[in-house]
């Protein structure tokens, strides 16, 4: 997690609000319409103290009710229309809002099946799904209302400041004069407030994971005798924010106080100003009942828009996180000319796409990782002709993935090549490659849907009957027969509603209904059942039989009939050969193979009994 | 997602507990912030008050100082206002009226001020409360329970259902109490001016709460979907970033696209028709508010042209409906909100209810030292199948004694029955420490006695430093120094730039299987503990270091008495005293010699692990 928690908080040009251009533009039109029905709402929304005068003026002091029917109709009519205006702009505001966020969340998710391996890496899943789903939402809300927001305060307060300016533009200017110095102290509070609230956001995910740590950690605070340290640094935690929260909610209250108060001070100085007036009888009553109604409101419209602008400022970060995805370049990605004839990830042509033989090799090959510092393979030769087997082993992180993830061209070799039938697999499309690698992971992943969507992965129009074929193959007829509804069962969320030994079948049937010409094979660490675990192991065997394969075992008792054994070591690959050999060298395979053979030997001898 | 998943699934009912019923719950966890709502509410009733004043000075001013109107005012201060003299005196000096504004504002700002402090203090010391509470409590449950629940739904009741509840305290409930006081003061003022004008308002309040709660019934109805429909979507992202290896070694990447706009598309859907029942919503609520406006100033406009009231009163009246008004709105959310929280609070008493680990009332302190004796233990998990057969052994101080058994043969269920991580239930047999049964001691004075080393040990966020001294704070550098050259931890120490301060766990570098066992080893060391049990914690080291780690222990911790799991006959050949069990029955016990003698089990495993190193020398 710690390598993406980067500052909650940068500093954009224009709050970044450039940079989402292209998703805004088409939705230029609407933005100017609502813009012009904001306009128009705040205007009729100034004016309706006028209406309160007139009311004033005719019927109260002049005692002339002629007009009342007219008056009344009027202004029903305009509240109706003042209504339905803000209706319109409302439920355009929400499409816009909802619109733009299905826009990004759509751009971005289809740039991400671009990006290589590196950025998958570099970046965990719940980092990349947030930036999908929630700053693509925020930026949504961001854009209709904030900007709305700022539209409707802005021209209220504009159309009030007019009113205020035609009705008496003595009295107005004695309102008008607090309004920029209501806006500084506003200002002011903000800046304060704004690092608080952001320090709240990184206590608050600090809390989030002490309480992942108490409880996935529980075993151990319990046999470590160390419930009451654990506890310190919890309520010293919860402490810290406690004083934060109270410490920003001093500035907020006493800036909302402020801001209250100087509404009052309008008042005040309308009273004393407007008062004299009225007794001087150089003003009605009815403009002084006006101007008081306009004094008390006129704050609210610049609070909203500073307000606005604050949120403006915390939302560059979520903009930036996700036009910086969007913007991400693939470090792995065909030349034009090989999308020119091969076709892209999206639109492949495959009428231009040559067979795939299963020739692998390394042509003194370097690599580094983008996000290392050291060559985990160093001019490496490897010939790996079509059917050959195999067997990579090591210690967990050790960095068995390397290997395949370069026969899979997840990543690029920083120097030499890697020669698919003969040729730099950079001649051809990922997709070409791709199309015709089999994976079987070690966590085997189902997608949610039904078993025949989950098959079908591997071949877009294989009919039951193929499929059907490829579970018998694999023995995995038994985990369809068994659930309810056979192909059309659903597997549920990650393949939930199954063990992990079933998962396992279906995941080989998966990949031997694609018939894929390299298979890659990620063992399973997991345990099984000794019946699931043979069936397994049988599926192996059929699986991996006239293909090119390369299998990361993790049971070295599976690959003793490997053609080659590669031992990886601290992200190196130290010693390499058939198993019979590496036996003899009693090095590094030697121990870690006694190591698992002790387990398995306890459990033969048990079972033999 | 995780929210709605959790939701669906309903927690079993709990009849008995700490807390029989939510409020009971509630009322304990404000016991450190009551005295802050009190004043906050206190606050409130005065902020209300104090924000009436605005109206009625406007009032007074149109009336009583610009009209000739009588003075209408609280004795006090009509007689200070005659005795300054009257009218003519306020017509010349109106800077008083306006000094009494700001007067009135400042002590509006300063209830305001103390009623969202009072508010906020009240609400972080409640979420404080809730916090902690929480987290000592789950620290203190049996491992079973852990073992039973999922973290993701734990912690999402730690979090968000505690801030639900926070803020149906904080927010909503307050905000109901300030708003309930507002509209009431509201209404006795408007009834001081005006009957009629008075019912018309309080008319209006029924229609405009009620329509705030039919739709806000909908909105729930139609946000459910939403959060649905969104669900789904996330899931397809998830699914498609955690598979991303499948997507792209299958080449899916097209169908990947379609399948997430589609859904994309769906929820986009959802969420407009949500947007729509708003709008309309929100719309309505805007017609009646403004329309009652309307009404009240063109009644009270009427009256005033019929001297009903005066032009003064009505601009008063006015100003109070104004301040009324937004209030009035607030109430049916506030309220449809309110029935949310219930949800959240049966979901932290769930957890605040599960019963911690106790100890004996009559706990007797722990015996210096002495042999752990197993007599004749039985143990099932819950209703499933015995684990333990009667298993009876013995083992002295000061003993290395090895326990070899294959998986579900019940050796990790036999320490954490010693180590009081399970109980074991009065009729199944007993533990003795030093002739003591260990129910009668107390939970803390075992795990302290006896250390323990997990297969899979866990590593906190921390540095190295920390995780090693973390059951020992006072630990010096020689200690922790010494416990890492036995663990042979100090190599990879000493192979980091940053050493000691190397941050690890969840956050941190990655350790191999063997660097986590052997700091953890190095965890226990430290703390000197008279027994100690390495829970196959050797596994993941290599052979050489196995024998270099037992061979320290041996030289360093003589009198320690050590229990050693492992698979490996030569991690236990030179124990003194080895225990071999099989299906939960102790099968077999003697030493290395005397069980190769014996030619059972034990002889058996001997022979397939000599022979598979012997085959290789061919």
């Keep these: 997690m710690d390598g993406q928690e980067e500052k909650s908080y940068v500093r954009l040009p224009w709050y970044g609000v450039p940079r989402l251009m292209p998703y805004i533009r088409p939705y230029r039109k609407v933005l100017l319409s609502m813009v012009a029905l904001g306009c128009l709402s705040s205007l009729i929304d100034a004016v309706f103290p006028l209406f309160n005068r007139y009311a004033l003026d005719t019927f109260v002091f002049g005692r002339d009710l002629s007009s009342a029917p007219a008056f009344a109709v009027i202004y029903l009519l305009l509240l109706v229309g003042f209504v339905m205006i803000d209706f319109v702009t409302l439920y355009w505001c929400c499409k816009v809002e909802i619109n733009i966020g299905r826009d990004l969340k759509n751009t971005a998710f289809s740039h991400l099946q671009t990006l290589s391996f590196s950025y998958f890496n570099q970046n965990n899943v719940g980092y990349v799904h947030s930036r999908i789903m ?51 102290i506003i200002v002011l509070f903000q800046r304060k407030l704004l690092p608080l609230h952001r320090k709240i956001r990184e206590i608050n995910s600090r809390i989030t994971s002490h309480f992942n740590e108490g409880i996935t950690g529980a075993r ?18 919860t402490e810290g924010m406690k004083r934060v929260s109270v410490h920003a909610t001093r500035y907020s209250s ?304 599976t690959i003793t009939d490997a053609d080659e054994i590669l031992v990886v070591n601290d992200g190196k690959i130290i010693e390499r050969g058939k198993h019979k050999a590496l036996m003899k060298q009693r090095g590094y395979y030697y121990d870690l193979y006694t190591r698992q053979f002790a387990v398995q030997s306890v459990e033969h001898a048990v079972t033999a009994q | 997602m995780k929210r709605i998943m959790a939701q669906h699934k309903k927690d079993p009912v709990l009849t008995n507990g700490r807390f029989t019923n939510n409020r009971e719950m509630l009322f304990y966890f404000l016991r450190g912030s009551k005295r802050y709502f009190v004043l906050s509410a206190v606050m409130a009733m005065l902020l209300a008050f104090s924000g009436l004043v605005n109206p009625r000075v406007i009032g007074f001013t149109v009336d009583s100082v610009i009209g000739e109107e009588a003075f209408d005012l609280p004795g006090v201060l009509g007689n200070a206002i005659t005795n300054l003299g009257g009218r003519e005196y306020l017509r010349t000096h109106l800077w008083v009226i306006a000094l009494f504004v700001i007067g009135v504002a400042l002590l509006n700002a300063v209830f305001r001020i103390f009623f969202r402090m009072g508010n906020s203090r009240g609400a972080e010391t409640l979420l404080k409360t809730m916090r902690d509470d ?113 997507v792209r070694a299958f080449g899916r990447e097209r169908y990947e696209r379609e399948r997430f706009e589609k859904q994309n598309d769906v929820f986009a859907a959802s969420d407009m028709r949500l947007s729509r029942i708003f709008v309309v919503f929100w719309s309505i609520g805007s017609f009646l508010s403004r329309f009652q406006i309307f009404i009240i100033m063109f009644a009270g406009a009427l009256m005033c042209a019929f001297d009903v009231i005066s032009a003064g009163h009505y601009i008063e009246f006015m100003g109070i409906n104004a301040m009324v008004s937004w209030p009035i709105r607030m109430l049916g959310r506030i309220i449809s909100q309110m029935s949310r929280t219930g949800v959240s609070i049966e979901r932290i008493r769930y957890i605040m209810n599960a019963e911690e680990e106790t100890d004996a009332a009559d706990a007797v302190p722990m015996p210096e030292g002495g042999d752990i004796v197993f007599d004749h233990v039985n143990f099932a998990y819950g209703d499933k199948g015995r684990v333990l057969k009667d298993v009876s052994f013995t083992i002295r101080a000061g003993e290395t004694v090895g326990i070899l058994g294959g998986t579900g043969s019940g050796k990790t269920t036999l320490m954490a029955l010693l180590e009081k991580l399970y109980d074991l239930p009065e009729e199944n047999g007993r533990i003795t420490i030093g002739g003591v049964d260990i129910r009668k001691l107390k939970r803390s004075d075992v795990r302290a006695h006896i250390g323990m080393v997990l297969q899979e040990p866990y590593l906190f966020s921390r540095s190295l430093q920390e995780n090693i ?75 050489e270091t196995d024998e270099k780690i037992r061979e320290a222990l041996r030289e360093r911790t003589k009198d320690a008495t050590v229990i050693l799991i492992a698979h490996r006959i030569t991690t236990l050949m030179l124990s003194d005293h080895i225990l071999v069990l099989d299906k939960g029955r102790l099968a077999e016990e003697g030493t290395h010699e005397e069980l190769l003698a014996r030619g059972g089990i034990y002889h058996r495993i001997y022979e397939l692990q000599m022979q598979a190193g012997l085959e290789e020398e061919e």
């Design chain 1, 134 to 184: 929630s700053d693509t939402a925020r930026i949504g809300g961001l854009i209709s209302w904030r900007f709305m927001d700022i539209v409707w305060n802005g021209s209220w307060l504009l159309f009030m400041i007019v009113m205020m300016l035609i009705v008496d533009a003595y009295l107005a200017m004695f309102v008008i004069v607090l309004v920029p110095v209501t806006a500084v």
């Design chain 1, 220 to 237: 151990s605070i319990k046999t470590l005798v160390i419930e009451e340290r654990m506890e310190g640094g919890f309520f010293e935690e």
């Design chain 1, 254 to 557: 006493f800036f909302l106080a402020t801001v209250i108060l100087m509404g009052s001070v309008a008042l005040s100085l309308v009273l004393m100003v407007g008062g004299g007036l009225t007794i001087e009888g150089a003003m009605r009553i009815s403009t002084l009942s006006v101007f008081t109604t306009y004094a008390l409101n006129i704050m609210e419209p610049v609070q909203g828009i500073i307000e606005s602008i604050s949120q403006l400022i915390q939302v560059q970060v979520n903009i930036e996180r996700v036009t910086r995805l969007i913007t991400t370049e693939s470090d792995v990605a065909d030349s034009e000319e090989v999308i020119a004839k091969y076709g892209d990830t999206f639109e492949p042509k495959k009428e231009n796409w040559e067979e795939l033989h299963g020739d692998v090799a390394f042509e003194d090959v370097t690599f580094m990782y983008p996000d290392g510092d050291e060559n985990v393979l160093e001019h490496f030769d490897l010939n790996v002709p079509h059917g050959t087997n195999i067997a990579i082993v090591g210690e967990t992180g050790a960095g068995k993935s390397t290997l395949v993830n370069l026969v899979c061209r997840f990543f690029e070799p920083t120097s030499g090549r890697v020669l698919i039938d003969g040729r730099d697999a950079r001649e051809r499309s990922q997709l070409w490659l791709h199309s015709n690698i089999g994976y079987v992971l070690q966590t085997p992943h189902l997608f949610s849907g039904s078993v025949r969507d989950n098959l079908r992965y591997g071949k877009e129009d294989a009919t039951d009957e193929e499929i059907m074929e490829a579970l018998r193959l694999v023995s995995a007829e038994g985990v369809v027969k068994k659930m309810k509804g056979g192909l059309d069962a659903d597997v549920g969320e990650g393949g939930s509603a199954l063990s992990t030994g079933e998962k396992q079948l279906l995941s080989f049937a998966r990949a031997i209904l694609a018939d894929p010409r390299i298979l890659v094979l990620d063992e399973a660490t997991s345990s099984v059942d000794t019946v699931t675990e043979k069936a397994i192991q049988d599926a192996i065997a059929t699986v991996i039989k006239g293909r090119t394969s390369f299998v990361i075992a993790h049971r070295l008792s």
């Design chain 2, 134 to 246: 929480l987290y000592a409590h789950i620290i203190r449950l049996p491992f079973t329970w852990h073992g039973a629940h999922q973290t993701g739904d734990i912690i999402q009741r730690c979090t968000s259902d505690v801030e639900t509840v926070k803020a149906f305290l904080s927010e909503q409930l307050v905000m109901l109490f300030r708003v309930g006081v507002l509209i009431l003061l509201g209404i006795v003022f408007m009834f001081r001016i005006n009957l009629t004008l008075a019912v018309i308002t309080v008319a209006f309040i029924p229609v405009i709460v009620g329509n705030s709660l039919y739709f806000h019934r909908k909105i729930a109805k139609a946000f459910k979907i939403v959060d649905e429909e969104e669900g789904r979507l996330s899931a397809i992202a998830q699914e498609n970033l955690t598979g991303v290896r499948v």
């Design chain 2, 469 to 543: 001294t973390i059951a020992k704070k006072d630990a010096t550098d020689a200690e922790r120094d010494e416990a890492v050259q036995i663990a042979s931890l100090d190599e990879t120490v000493k192979g980091f730039s940053r050493g000691y301060e190397t941050m690890v766990g969840e956050r941190g570098v990655t350790l191999s299987g063997g660097q986590k066992q052997r700091t953890a080893i190095a965890q226990m060391l430290i703390r000197r503990t008279p027994v100690m049990i390495f829970d196959d914690s050797l596994s993941a080291v290599d052979t």
